[in-house]
């Protein structure tokens, strides 16, 4: 399961290139949680992602990733992760996970946020509070000398002593620099101490999908949308992140991290 050869190591000049793709990103996904809102449609969110991204001298780089026609990946209530931006209008009660990335001279960010659309119920408010401190608990448990899953198994500790949610396997965490996708994986479940080591320059996303029933999913039609099997609605967090000798560095968090770590007593390189 683990690629551990071929782990791409990166310097700090390049891991600062990699914050400010990060950056690029983090704003777009603030600026998408404002635009929410009941009567807007999918696309529109893809459109202004897209301007935003470009007014910042990076490019998308979901846009044509294996034929990818977007921006954005917009994944609504069932609709677990690559939902494809179209003329879906968000209704009041909607849940809206939203995947972004960019590239800056070559180097990637990649990170994702659920959103509810106007009054959600509670125990979705509840889904999504779940679904992003377990990100969160799986960045914190990252640390110099560390072992991937370690990441993995804080992430499921959390989620299931929170209650009976699903945690998604189909689709994992993974490495990221050059490109978006590459080595290792990082599962959101597992026993801790396996995998490749947590060393400085690794850069790593993290980003569970958690669901109110099934972890099995099927692709749809357009070969892109991942639902549940049984139509539970998921929740999707993700940050891109790498370890400095002063802490974790959350290269797609505005602050780097840096109050949310704190929060958690764990040093960050950002603070
Ligand atoms: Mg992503
Ligand atoms: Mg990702």
Redesign the pocket.
């Known amino acids: 399961m683990f690629r551990d050869r071929g782990v791409e190591i990166k310097t700090p000049e390049q891991i600062a290139v990699m914050r400010r793709a990060g950056v690029v990103v983090g704003e777009t996904l603030e600026m998408l949680r404002a635009a929410v809102a009941p009567g807007v449609t999918t696309k529109q969110l893809d459109t202004l992602a897209e301007e935003h991204i470009r007014s910042r001298g990076a490019t998308p780089n979901f846009l044509g990733y294996h034929g990818f026609p977007a921006t954005i990946c917009t994944s609504v209530n069932d609709e677990v992760v690559h939902g494809i931006p179209g003329d879906r209008v968000l209704h009041e009660g909607d849940l809206i996970s939203i995947d972004c990335g960019a590239i800056v001279e070559g180097w990637h960010g990649?990170a994702a946020l659920t959103v509810a659309v106007g009054h959600v119920e509670p125990e979705l408010v509840e889904l999504m509070r779940v679904c992003e401190e377990g990100m969160w608990r799986g960045l914190a448990a990252a640390s110099l000398g560390g072992r991937v899953t370690d990441i993995s198994n804080a992430i499921e500790t959390y989620v299931c002593s929170q209650g009976d949610y699903g945690i998604v396997e189909d689709y994992v965490?993974?490495g990221i620099g050059s490109a978006m996708h590459m080595a290792p994986s990082v599962p959101n479940y597992g026993r801790p101490g396996k995998g490749p080591k947590l060393v400085e320059g690794l850069a790593l996303?993290v980003?569970p999908m958690i669901t109110m029933g099934t972890i099995d999913t099927r692709v749809l039609e357009d070969d892109w949308t991942v639902v549940t099997k049984d139509g539970a609605w998921s929740a999707h967090f993700?940050h891109s992140f790498t370890l400095m000798p002063g802490g974790a560095m959350i290269l797609t968090a505005l602050d780097g991290g840096a109050a949310k770590l704190a929060e958690l007593g764990v040093p960050c390189a950002a603070s």
Do not use: T
């Open positions: 990649d965490g993974h996303a980003e993700e």
